[in-house]
Every structure is written in structure tokens, then in C-alpha cells.
């Protein structure tokens, strides 16, 4: 701030002791904030108040998103949860033989798979095939003549694959048949050694 020296304070007042008005004028003015030009204060304070309201309008819609992907992965595991039940409660259809001999000793145990597709039989009895013969399975109709449904191996086990159509009958019987089997199209030439009815089961 310059110094006024005592000659010139008393040449600047009036009579009276009035101080001069260009000295009035040319004294600072307070700042108003109020009347503030637009990049000041006032405009700051607006920006700042636009950023905090677009970031919470930013983090309601994350919100939303969010619970919609919850829902939506709660839904999918609900539905899976019901169809597992649906296809728990379903009862698997299996049909099952207990073939046996002439003297009804269990020798055969054979079952169908409808998932698989397949016939499994197990051997149950002590019988052993000869070498130069075969066991041979056959499915016995309400009407018409055997269907041969394929020749055992000589595995404790054997899987023969076969339709709905032939394990849907009364009952199923084994023949002992030439090595490989009967000729095809025709019905066994060997005795029927063992037999048994088809039953249908839940499991």
C-alpha cells in the first residue's frame, strides 16, 4: 500500500474534514461472492453438485443391473432345482427275466435298460457252455416266431444292445445253438435250456 505523506492527506480533505471522493473511489472494494463472475466460486459449487448427482444416479443404475443379474441367476437355479426334481421323481422302467432251467434253478439274470438301450445278462448258475457250442437269447412274442436278440460271450456278463419292441414280450429263453449261433433267420436249433417270464419294474 503507498504511503500518503501529511501534505498530501491535507491537500486531498475538504474543508470540513471530508475526505476527497476520488480517494473513496479509488479505494478496493470487498468481494461480493454473491455477484461473482460465472467461473467463480458460485459456478464451482453448481458443477460439483451436478458431478455428486450424476454419481448417484450412476451407482442406482449398477444397482439395478446387479439385482437384475441376481434374479435372473436365482431364477436359472430354481429351474434347474425343479427339473431335477421332476426327473428324480420320474420311476426308471426296467424289465427284468430270471431265466431258469428245467428244474426252475435260477441260471440267468437278465435285465433291460431303457436309457442305455441295452439287455444285460448275468450268469447266476453253475452251467458251463461247451466249446464248440453258443448260448443263444431269444425273445418269445404273444404272436409269431422267436427273435434271436444275440449270442452270449463267454463273459459272466454280457450286454446285448436291443429295441423296446423286444423286451416288451411275455418271456425270454436261451438255447444252446452251434458255435456262433442258429442261422440267421430262422428260430432255435437247439434245446431251450433256460426261460423265463418278462417283468416290468420301477426302480
Same mark, same amino acid.
Given at each position: 500500500?503507498?504511503?500518503?505523506?501529511?501534505?498530501?492527506?491535507?491537500?486531498?480533505?475538504?474543508?470540513?474534514?471530508?475526505?476527497?471522493?476520488?480517494?473513496?473511489?479509488?479505494?478496493?472494494?470487498?468481494?461480493?461472492?454473491?455477484?461473482?463472475?460465472?467461473?467463480?466460486?458460485?459456478?464451482?459449487?453448481?458443477?460439483?453438485?451436478?458431478?455428486?448427482?450424476?454419481?448417484?444416479?450412476?451407482?442406482?443404475?449398477?444397482?439395478?443391473?446387479?439385482?437384475?443379474?441376481?434374479?435372473?441367476?436365482?431364477?436359472?437355479?430354481?429351474?434347474?432345482?425343479?427339473?431335477?426334481?421332476?426327473?428324480?421323481?420320474?420311476?426308471?422302467?426296467?424289465?427284468?427275466?430270471?431265466?431258469?432251467?428245467?428244474?426252475?434253478?435260477?441260471?440267468?439274470?437278465?435285465?433291460?435298460?431303457?436309457?442305455?438301450?441295452?439287455?444285460?445278462?448275468?450268469?447266476?448258475?453253475?452251467?458251463?457252455?461247451?466249446?464248440?457250442? #453258443? $448260448?443263444?437269447?431269444?425273445?418269445?412274442?404273444?404272436? @409269431? +416266431?422267436?427273435?434271436?436278440?444275440? =449270442? *452270449?460271450?463267454?463273459? %459272466? /456278463?454280457?450286454?446285448?444292445?436291443?429295441?423296446?419292441?423286444?423286451?416288451?414280450?411275455?418271456?425270454?429263453?436261451? #438255447? $444252446?445253438?452251434?458255435?456262433?449261433?442258429?442261422?440267421? @433267420? +430262422?428260430?432255435?436249433?437247439?434245446? =431251450? *435250456?433256460?426261460?423265463? %417270464? /418278462?417283468?416290468?419294474?420301477?426302480?
Amino acid at each position: 500500500m503507498a504511503h500518503i505523506s501529511d501534505a498530501d492527506e491535507k491537500a486531498l480533505r475538504q474543508p470540513g474534514g471530508v475526505v476527497s471522493a476520488a480517494v473513496v473511489a479509488d479505494s478496493p472494494k470487498p468481494i461480493d461472492l454473491a455477484q461473482a463472475e460465472p467461473g467463480g466460486w458460485s459456478s464451482s459449487t453448481n458443477l460439483w453438485r451436478g458431478l455428486t448427482s450424476m454419481s448417484v444416479g450412476v451407482a442406482a443404475v449398477a444397482l439395478m443391473v446387479a439385482f437384475k443379474l441376481n434374479s435372473s441367476h436365482a431364477k436359472l437355479g430354481r429351474e434347474l432345482e425343479e427339473l431335477s426334481a421332476r426327473m428324480n421323481a420320474t420311476p426308471e422302467i426296467q424289465y427284468v427275466a430270471v431265466l431258469a432251467d428245467d428244474k426252475a434253478a435260477a441260471s440267468m439274470l437278465v435285465t433291460f435298460d431303457f436309457k442305455s438301450r441295452q439287455l444285460m445278462i448275468k450268469r447266476v448258475g453253475g452251467f458251463v457252455t461247451p466249446a464248440d457250442k #453258443s $448260448l443263444q437269447l431269444w425273445a418269445l412274442p404273444h404272436t @409269431g +416266431g422267436p427273435k434271436s436278440l444275440g =449270442v *452270449l460271450g463267454a463273459d %459272466a /456278463v454280457t450286454r446285448l444292445p436291443a429295441a423296446a419292441s423286444d423286451v416288451n414280450v411275455p418271456a425270454w429263453a436261451i #438255447s $444252446l445253438e452251434p458255435k456262433g449261433g442258429a442261422p440267421s @433267420g +430262422g428260430g432255435p436249433t437247439g434245446p =431251450v *435250456l433256460f426261460k423265463g %417270464a /418278462v417283468i416290468e419294474t420301477s426302480l
